[in-house]
């Protein structure tokens, strides 16, 4: 069974600009949760998503959004980048609806300059 | 505010011997604790959970512990292998969905 996987892996935008990055999970899970991974914040939740529905979103400003496809994938978007917004980006997906069991997948690592 | 916390970043322990690394909480809320463990350049892979109503969970050479009167939750690795160094991260979950709040990691050296 293929595991969840991210695109991009890496990638470097400027101040200002806008990124999406794009998750595939599991096939036949339907709950996905993005987080964020900072050597200063640690790994801190974004959103969460069930059937094309967010479930849960963390305290992250606005210009973080997301939405997951009826085919399950999901992709997030972050526009007007910040020096601060480098981080790895994390995409888990799960069968369940709560519980916590999570597959994470690589993530995609976003430098700010 | 962090509602999980490790306080020990870094523990090293003999091959053969007990690991354990411990994490605190502050929100009562929670209904699950799980452990999750991450090696360079991957994503975390989950571990071991337990609910808030166990107060213990084994899984191989794996034990969690939860007090929940202390809100303290511990993972035993025994016996500790050269394979398990890697970053542990504590984290904790309602019913309400799969929204981990993590605490920021441990990192496990096992020396052979």
């Known amino acids: 069974k293929a595991g969840v996987t991210q695109t991009p892996r890496y990638l470097i935008k400027t101040r200002g600009q806008q990124v999406t990055l794009s998750c595939s999970p599991i096939s036949g899970h339907r709950s996905v949760s993005w987080y964020q991974q900072t050597p200063g914040q640690g790994l801190q939740f974004l959103f969460e998503y069930f059937s094309e529905t967010q479930r849960n979103k963390g305290n992250f400003p606005g210009r973080f959004s997301g939405r997951q496809f009826s085919n399950s994938r999901s992709e997030m978007n972050v526009s007007t980048l910040e020096l601060g917004d480098s981080a790895l980006y994390l995409c888990?997906?799960?069968?369940?609806?709560?519980?916590?069991?999570?597959?994470f997948g690589e993530g995609s690592r976003l430098t700010v300059l | 505010d962090q509602q999980v916390k490790q306080n020990s970043p870094s523990l090293s322990v003999q091959e053969g011997r007990i690991s354990i690394l411990n994490c605190d909480y502050t929100?009562?809320?929670?209904?699950?604790f799980l452990w999750y463990k991450k090696y360079p350049a991957e994503g975390p892979t989950f571990l071991i959970s337990?609910?808030?109503?166990?107060d213990k969970n084994e899984d191989g050479r794996f034990t969690v512990f939860l007090n929940k009167s202390a809100k303290h939750l511990s993972l035993h690795i025994v016996p500790s292998q050269p394979g398990d160094s890697a970053v542990y991260f504590c984290a904790a979950a309602s019913n309400a969905g799969n929204m981990l709040t993590f605490g920021g990691g441990t990192r496990l050296m096992v020396k052979p």
């Open positions: 337990i609910s808030s109503i166990k």
């Open positions: 888990a997906s799960s069968p369940f609806l709560g519980g916590g069991e999570l597959f």
């Open positions: 929100n009562s809320m929670f209904d699950y």
